[in-house]
């Protein structure tokens, strides 16, 4: 897989000239680095990302337009690679990542993480170079009628390396909580041990509530597989981030206090993407750390939603 992998990106940026522009122009991305409350973040100035960040998601333009992850309505260029029968892997065109990857479910489907979680934990395994992540339908999915994953390099997001020294409650040997600048539930278990990891993710998808207008607890999911230094069955690692809030009121303001930005798994990675410049060139530490207070949730929420699972996992 992981040669197939490389064997698809190398060939689609030699045939397709949108894909090839916009990862050559990663190389004039400006980056610069942050800290919320003790946890670091990097700021991204990403234009190619506006077509995410500014993406309609409201059911009347779902409806209209045609889902641009459906076989039929990808460009004749785009290849992909099969996974396990059910799933298409792609080349992302609007990269974030060296090397970005959008996994769609074959069949035009809504977009829920229940039923797939397992799915993504094969991906974990399968992608091992890569950390997957899956945005909500309205926690950052630019295509919410459709059931997809993403994939990046791994270790491009500093939640990844940062997350054990942010471990606010041990809920039981495989379940954590932590406060990455939010609140968010980690599941650490051996791959072998799958069937556990789908389990804990269950019982923490049952915890969370669900709104009147949504189809599943909002959240943003990021994964990923570590392998064993003793040659072993490895481990893998999902961090569940527990939503409020679909897009943070600056989103929607005029004026200087407008910042287009709409959090999803990466930006809650530790990787803020902001497409237009001026906000990368004003957005402090204060920005960030009011965005992510208003789109997850606060520590009254998760003290409750802690204990919820203390409960569930016992």
Same mark, same amino acid.
């Given at each position: @897989?992981?040669?197939?992998?490389?064997?698809?990106?190398?060939?689609?940026?030699?045939?397709?000239? $949108?894909?090839?522009?916009?990862?050559?122009?990663?190389?004039?991305?400006?980056?610069?680095? $942050?800290?919320?409350?003790?946890?670091?973040?990097?700021?991204?100035?990403?234009? &190619?990302?506006? =077509?995410?960040?500014?993406?309609?998601?409201?059911? *009347?333009?779902?409806?209209?337009?045609?889902?641009?992850?459906?076989?039929?309505?990808?460009?004749?260029?785009? *290849?992909?690679?099969?996974?396990?029968? !059910?799933?298409?892997?792609?080349?992302?065109?609007?990269?974030?990542?060296?090397?970005?990857? $959008?996994?769609?479910?074959?069949? !035009? $489907?809504?977009?829920?993480?229940?039923?797939?979680?397992?799915? @993504?934990?094969?991906?974990?395994?399968? @992608?091992?170079?890569?950390?997957?992540?899956?945005?909500?339908?309205?926690?950052?999915?630019?295509?919410?009628? !459709?059931?997809?994953?993403?994939?990046?390099?791994?270790?491009?997001?500093?939640?990844?390396?940062?997350?054990?020294?942010? %471990?606010?409650?041990?809920?039981?040997?495989?379940?954590?909580?932590?406060?990455?600048?939010?609140?968010?539930? /980690?599941?650490?278990?051996?791959?072998?041990?799958?069937?556990?990891? %789908?389990?804990?993710?269950?019982?923490?998808?049952?915890?969370?509530?669900?709104?009147?207008?949504?189809?599943?607890?909002? @959240?943003? =999911? =990021?994964?990923?597989?570590?392998?064993?230094?003793?040659?072993?069955?490895?481990?893998?690692? &999902? %961090? =569940?981030?527990?939503?409020?809030? !679909?897009?943070?009121?600056?989103?929607?303001?005029?004026?200087?206090?407008?910042?287009?930005?709409?959090?999803?798994?990466?930006?809650?990675?530790? /990787?803020?993407?902001?497409?237009?410049?001026?906000?990368?060139?004003?957005?402090?530490?204060?920005? %960030?750390?009011?965005?992510?207070?208003? /789109?997850?949730?606060?520590?009254? &929420?998760?003290?409750?939603?802690?204990?919820?699972?203390?409960?569930?996992?016992?």
């Amino acid at each position: @897989m992981k040669d197939q992998i490389i064997e698809l990106f190398n060939q689609q940026l030699l045939e397709w000239d $949108t894909a090839r522009n916009f990862y050559a122009a990663l190389n004039e991305v400006k980056v610069k680095e $942050t800290e919320v409350n003790g946890s670091k973040y990097q700021i991204q100035f990403n234009p &190619a990302r506006i =077509v995410s960040s500014g993406a309609k998601v409201d059911a *009347k333009t779902i409806q209209e337009r045609k889902c641009f992850l459906c076989s039929a309505n990808r460009p004749a260029v785009q *290849k992909g690679i099969d996974f396990n029968g !059910h799933y298409t892997i792609l080349i992302n065109p609007f990269p974030i990542f060296p090397k970005h990857f $959008t996994i769609v479910e074959k069949e !035009h $489907t809504e977009q829920l993480i229940l039923p797939r979680f397992g799915d @993504m934990l094969d991906l974990a395994k399968a @992608m091992e170079d890569y950390a997957i992540f899956y945005n909500g339908p309205k926690c950052g999915a630019s295509a919410p009628d !459709h059931a997809h994953f993403q994939a990046g390099n791994k270790g491009f997001l500093p939640l990844e390396k940062e997350w054990e020294n942010h %471990v606010t409650e041990k809920i039981s040997d495989n379940l954590f909580a932590i406060n990455y600048g939010f609140p968010a539930f /980690v599941i650490k278990e051996k791959i072998t041990n799958k069937a556990e990891a %789908v389990s804990l993710f269950g019982k923490t998808y049952q915890a969370l509530p669900v709104k009147d207008d949504e189809t599943e607890p909002m @959240m943003n =999911v =990021v994964a990923w597989y570590e392998t064993s230094a003793t040659g072993g069955e490895g481990t893998v690692v &999902a %961090v =569940v981030i527990p939503r409020a809030k !679909h897009r943070p009121d600056c989103y929607f303001a005029e004026g200087d206090e407008n910042i287009l930005i709409s959090p999803a798994a990466v930006d809650l990675g530790g /990787v803020f993407i902001t497409p237009l410049e001026k906000d990368f060139e004003k957005i402090t530490d204060k920005n %960030v750390a009011e965005i992510l207070g208003e /789109v997850c949730l606060d520590k009254s &929420a998760a003290d409750k939603l802690t204990a919820k699972l203390k409960e569930l996992s016992l």
